[in-house]
Antibody, heavy 122, light 107 residues
Framework: QVQLVESGGGVVQPERSLTLSCAAS????????MHWVRQAPGKGLEWVSG????????HYADSVKGRFTVSRDNSKNTLNLQMNSLTTEDTGVYYC???????????????WGQGVLVTVSS | DIQMTQSPSTLSASVGDRVTITCRAS??????LAWYQQKPGKAPKLIIY???SLMSGVPSRFSGSGSGTEFVLTISSLQPDDFATFYC?????????FGQGTKVEMK
């Protein structure tokens, strides 16, 4: 079955870096646009970043542009998010999600991983 | 960016009630709207896409309608498993944006 498993979360001090990974299985990873979406504690959902099939086209939310870098390794079915210059505002659960494909479905997020918690604190 | 506004933020209802959640976009998004259900401690789950298309396996008591800037998620008869937070999301253009969420709680 389709599965997305995030890893790499933890507690990190402000201004430090952290890299998240998402291991995909059960589908053709190289054929799917992938995204990161985050959720601050007790808050709503915020799209963070998206990456094209071949990794050449990347998009970022303004709140992370210049600090976060998304990448993918299609040979390893892995999605990554390098997060630099972290602030307390980056604290939250980070989800990787596959973009839906097909008529009317492209642009949605389905499915999502279970999420990984990132806590930025001194 | 396209702003998405949901109402109400919280909704108290009982099992069997008909529940309606509204989502408004700051500009027209045609029908490029999705609804997600999120339960505490779990990842969101896509339940409706393209404003009114039900995902496979989602109970038929869920339905979506609307186009342009105003959309509605309806649960025809609320069941115990439906108590959750619901989010709308536009995918007309980048960046994809979500509503702030509507928590459906037990009255």
């Amino acid at each position: 079955q389709v599965q997305l498993v995030e890893s790499g979360g933890g507690v990190v001090q402000p201004e430090r870096s952290l890299t998240l990974s998402c291991a995909a299985s059960g589908f053709s990873f190289k054929s799917c646009v992938m995204h990161w979406v985050r959720q601050a504690p007790g808050k709503g959902l915020e799209w963070v970043s998206g990456i094209s099939l071949d990794g050449n086209d990347k998009h970022y939310a303004d709140s992370v542009k210049g600090r976060f870098t998304v990448s993918r390794d299609n040979s390893k079915n892995t999605l990554n998010l390098q997060m630099n210059s972290l602030t307390t505002e980056d604290t939250g659960v980070y989800y990787c999600a596959r973009e839906g494909y097909g008529s009317g479905y492209c642009g949605t997020f389905d499915p999502w991983g279970q999420g990984v918690l990132v806590t930025v604190s001194s | 960016d396209i702003q998405m506004t949901q109402s109400p933020s919280t909704l108290s209802a009982s099992v069997g009630d008909r529940v309606t959640i509204t989502c408004r976009a700051s500009q027209s998004i045609s029908g490029w709207l999705a609804w997600y259900q999120q339960k505490p401690g779990k990842a969101p789950k896509l339940i409706i896409y393209e404003a009114s298309s039900l995902m496979s396996g989602v109970p038929s008591r869920f339905s979506g309608s609307g186009s342009g800037t105003e959309f509605v998620l309806t649960i025809s008869s609320l069941q115990p498993d439906d108590f959750a937070t619901f989010y709308c999301q536009q995918y007309q253009r980048y960046p994809p944006t979500f509503g702030q969420g509507t928590k459906v709680e037990m009255k």
